[in-house]
């Protein structure tokens, strides 16, 4: 049995460039590198942005736009941008917040020293960057 779908494929390769590509971002500003930051989420370009216009580039590509696959892939895809740059920034905004009060409560319940994860949202141009790497790479597979 032979395993040959381009578009799973294209969908791949676009979320892992993107991790690799945050690796690198963060080593140039950092000078340090953070293997946390190839599967962590959040960050420049959007993997979850390249990860679904990869599909939805390489969907229509294969299959034409004018049908079922196209469309839930584009829907998946939308649903998918407007999730990381609302629900998950604004969570991840109420994060730091949440974090900076703790660290400044003077008789913080031992329960209460876990910090919560901040970096879990995009900004708009994170989306965007994800979403220009991840056509690059769905024309490309």
């Given at each position: 049995?032979?395993?040959?779908?381009?578009?799973?494929?294209?969908?791949?390769?676009?979320?892992?460039?993107?991790?690799?590509?945050?690796?690198?971002?963060?080593?140039?500003?950092?000078?340090?590198?953070?293997?946390?930051?190839?599967?962590?989420?959040?960050?420049?370009?959007?993997?979850?942005?390249?990860?679904?216009?990869?599909?939805?580039?390489?969907?229509?590509?294969?299959?034409?736009?004018?049908?079922?696959?196209?469309?839930?892939?584009?829907?998946?895809?939308?649903?998918?941008?407007?999730?990381?740059?609302?629900?998950?920034?604004?969570?991840?905004?109420?994060?730091?917040?949440?974090?900076?009060?703790?660290?400044?409560?003077?008789?913080a319940p031992q329960?209460?020293?876990?910090?919560?994860?901040?970096?879990i949202g995009?900004?708009?141009?994170?989306?965007?960057?994800?979403?220009?790497?991840?056509?690059?790479?769905?024309?490309?597979?």
């Amino acid at each position: 049995m032979e395993w040959n779908n381009r578009m799973l494929l294209a969908a791949v390769i676009g979320w892992a460039s993107a991790q690799f590509l945050k690796v690198l971002l963060d080593f140039i500003r950092t000078k340090h590198i953070s293997f946390d930051r190839f599967v962590g989420s959040g960050g420049m370009p959007s993997s979850h942005t390249a990860f679904v216009i990869a599909l939805v580039t390489s969907v229509g590509k294969y299959t034409g736009i004018n049908n079922a696959a196209f469309a839930i892939a584009a829907a998946f895809a939308l649903v998918t941008m407007y999730d990381a740059t609302g629900v998950r920034r604004a969570a991840g905004e109420q994060a730091k917040i949440l974090n900076y009060m703790m660290d400044n409560w003077k008789n913080a319940p031992q329960m209460f020293q876990k910090n919560l994860k901040e970096l879990i949202g995009h900004t708009p141009l994170e989306v965007i960057a994800g979403a220009f790497l991840g056509l690059g790479i769905g024309l490309l597979v």
